[in-house]
Nanobody, 121 residues
Framework: QVQLVESGGGLVQPGGSLRLSCVAS????????MSWHRQAPGKERELVAG????????NYADSAQGRFIISRDNTKDTVYLQMNSLKPEDTAAYYC??????????????WGQGTQVTVSS
């Protein structure tokens, strides 16, 4: 079974930092591109950051650029999201996604259960 387990969320004051972790199992981790998404109440789920299977390329939403860093450790089957200078508008449930190649030109997406991040004074 494919499983993604997020952790590291919590309550933090504006300007603070958190590091989210996502541990994957059930597939060759290095075969999957990974990303972080978030969803706030009443809003659509949005991409926050993505990273290729080797970690050679990353991309960020404009709102995260310069504040968040995505990274991965393929020896630990883990992807991270370091979040700095947090703002109240960062408050959301954060989800880890794996895009796994199963056949040429065909991928399957898997999602974690989410971890809540609340930024408030």
């Amino acid at each position: 079974q494919v499983q993604l387990v997020e952790s590291g969320g919590g309550l933090v004051q504006p300007g603070g930092s958190l590091r989210l972790s996502c541990v994957a199992s059930g597939f060759p981790f290095s075969s999957g591109a990974m990303s972080w998404h978030r969803q706030a109440p009443g809003k659509e789920r949005e991409l926050v950051a993505g990273i290729t299977r080797t970690g050679g390329t990353t991309n960020y939403a404009d709102s995260a650029q310069g504040r968040f860093i995505i990274s991965r450790d393929n020896t630990k089957d883990t992807v991270y999201l370091q979040m700095n200078s947090l703002k109240p508008e960062d408050t959301a449930a954060y989800y880890c996604k794996a895009e796994v190649s199963v056949l040429a030109g065909i991928t399957i997406d898997y999602w974690g259960q989410g971890t809540q991040v609340t930024v408030s004074s």
